[in-house]
Structures are given as structure tokens and as C-alpha cells.
């Protein structure tokens, strides 16, 4: 892997939220789930994960940037491993002092993961951070969504009811084998939630704009509304205006409800007996709704 700070177009002093914030946006514009058969665009999002995953972690951060762990996060060989060129009588000018021995190999490994086990060292793997898309109602329901990780494997992600957009969910034990008998690192999925073509959220509050004719807003009306469990019916009452909000109650998110908003809407198509009706209407009470608005 290249240097994990280009690959993500960062600083070498950048802060954790300007890695994240920049891990993020590459990662949903190379998601292989957003570029189905585009197999150069799942080892970019690979790519840009092993660098997100060092950098994310303090202390493979910081062991990287001294040297000590190459961008595989691999232990890198110490300096001077060839050292002490001598012109003893015993030997040749040029020639290095004899390699590390298995003591001297585990004693490095000690000394730069402070990890101790009998007999050898321990390694925690590290993090694997994906990106998860799901829908609206999906979201708002909650339920299993499997996500298809760069290498072809797959994970089953259980989302909670309600999660919201940009959420991070921690599946233990499911990043990078550990070293040395260490445990597993944790997937980190972040979660990526749709818009919907006319549910919105507000809180545990669930928004819909409903279009209604002139003729339901004037005389009233029973109308079916959608929610996230399926239409209901609703009653809209006589001399409804645009804008007027009506609740359903516990129809929303996790005991939240839902609001509907009206919206009068005209016909595509001419009506004439409407048109020559309204040229000849003098209403009883007139009134000026623009009243109010004019410029001082």
C-alpha cells in the first residue's frame, strides 16, 4: 500500500475528524456497492480502508510516522541493522555483525506493540470500516442488511430501529485477524440512509408532504395517507389550507409520530365549470391572503 495519507489526500498533521471526514467522502464515491462491475473501484475502496484503518488508530498512527510499522502495518526492519563495518585482521573490511536471533527478533516486537505474552508477543488486528447504504424504511424499522465487503466475503449487519444517517455501528471481532494469538480488530460500518420520495425525518418525527384537490381542502374529505407501516386513512376537514399539519399519532420512528402536511394542488387538466364559476363568484367574506406582505 502507498503512503496512507496520500491515498486519502490528507495532511501528515491532520486531526482525526479531517481523516474522517475525508475517509468518508471516497469511500462512498468508490463503495462497490455504488459501482457494481467496476472492479478497479472496489481495490481503490480497499485501498482507501487499510489507510483509513492505520490512520484511525492512535497508536498504529504514531508507530507509523516514527518508522516503526510500514503502511501494511508490518514491523519495519530497525536502523543499523547493518552496523559496526570494521577492518579487523578476522574479517572482511565491509562485513555486517551477525543477524537478529529469535530473542532479538521478539524482544523488537515487544518493545514496539508493549504487547506481552508467554512465549511470544500479541497484536490486536485492526479495524475494517465500511460504508452501508440502506433505505429510508429500512432505517426507520430497523432489520438485516447484508453487506458485501470488497473481497466478495459478506456480512450480515443488524440495524436498530431508527438509526440515523452517518450512525456508526461496531461489529466485534469482524476486522483484521490479530498477530501472535491477539483478537480480531472490530468492523466499523457507517451508515448511509437514502432519502425518500416524500418521507422525511425530524427526530423520531416522520414528515409527508399529501397533495389535496381545491374540492377535499373546501368541502372535507377521507384520504389514504402512506406511512412506514403501510397507508391509513385520514381525515381532512372542511376549509383545510395548504400547510395545515396533522398528526398521526405513534406513526412515526421508535414511538415518534407522523405529520402530515397539506398541499392544494390544482388539476393538469382545464376545468371549465370551475374556471366560469370562480369568474363569477363574489365570495362573502373577501380577503387579501398577500396582506401584510408589502414592502415598507
Do not use: C
Request: proline residues 8%; without cysteine; charged residues 25%.
Amino acid at each position: 500500500m502507498d503512503d496512507p495519507y496520500k491515498i486519502l489526500g490528507v495532511e501528515r498533521d491532520a486531526d482525526a475528524a479531517a481523516i474522517q471526514k475525508a475517509y468518508r467522502k471516497l469511500a462512498k464515491l468508490h463503495h462497490p456497492d455504488l459501482n457494481p462491475g467496476k472492479p478497479e473501484a472496489a481495490a481503490r475502496f480497499q485501498e482507501i480502508s487499510a489507510a483509513n484503518a492505520l490512520l484511525s488508530d492512535a497508536e498504529k498512527r504514531a508507530a507509523f510516522d516514527r518508522g516503526e510499522i510500514d503502511a501494511e502495518g508490518a514491523p519495519t526492519a530497525p536502523r543499523g541493522f547493518y552496523r559496526d563495518h570494521g577492518d579487523r585482521a578476522d574479517r572482511g573490511k565491509y562485513q555486517a555483525e551477525p543477524p537478529f536471533g529469535d530473542d532479538d527478533l521478539e524482544s523488537l516486537f515487544r518493545n514496539a506493540f508493549g504487547q506481552r505474552q508467554r512465549g511470544g508477543f500479541a497484536l490486536r488486528g485492526a479495524d475494517r470500516h465500511f460504508t452501508l447504504s440502506v433505505g429510508f424504511i429500512e432505517a426507520a424499522k430497523g432489520g438485516v442488511k447484508r453487506l458485501t465487503l470488497p473481497d466478495g466475503a459478506t456480512l450480515d449487519v443488524t440495524l436498530p430501529a431508527g438509526i440515523a444517517d452517518g450512525q456508526t455501528l461496531r461489529l466485534k471481532g469482524k476486522g483484521e485477524a490479530g498477530a501472535g494469538g491477539g483478537p480480531a480488530g472490530d468492523a466499523l460500518i457507517e451508515i448511509s440512509v437514502n432519502p425518500h420520495p416524500f418521507f422525511r425525518r425530524e427526530g423520531k418525527d416522520v414528515i409527508v408532504e399529501l397533495p389535496i384537490t381545491i374540492q377535499e381542502a373546501v368541502i372535507g374529505a377521507k384520504v389514504r395517507v402512506p406511512t412506514i407501516d403501510g397507508p391509513v386513512n385520514l381525515t381532512v376537514a372542511p376549509h383545510s389550507n395548504s400547510g395545515t399539519r396533522l398528526r398521526l399519532k405513534e406513526r412515526g420512528i421508535a414511538g415518534g409520530h407522523q405529520y402530515v402536511e397539506l398541499k392544494i394542488v390544482l388539476s393538469p387538466a382545464p376545468e371549465p365549470a370551475l374556471d366560469a364559476f370562480l369568474a363569477d363568484w363574489h365570495p362573502a367574506h373577501p380577503f387579501d391572503p398577500r396582506s401584510g406582505m408589502e414592502q415598507s
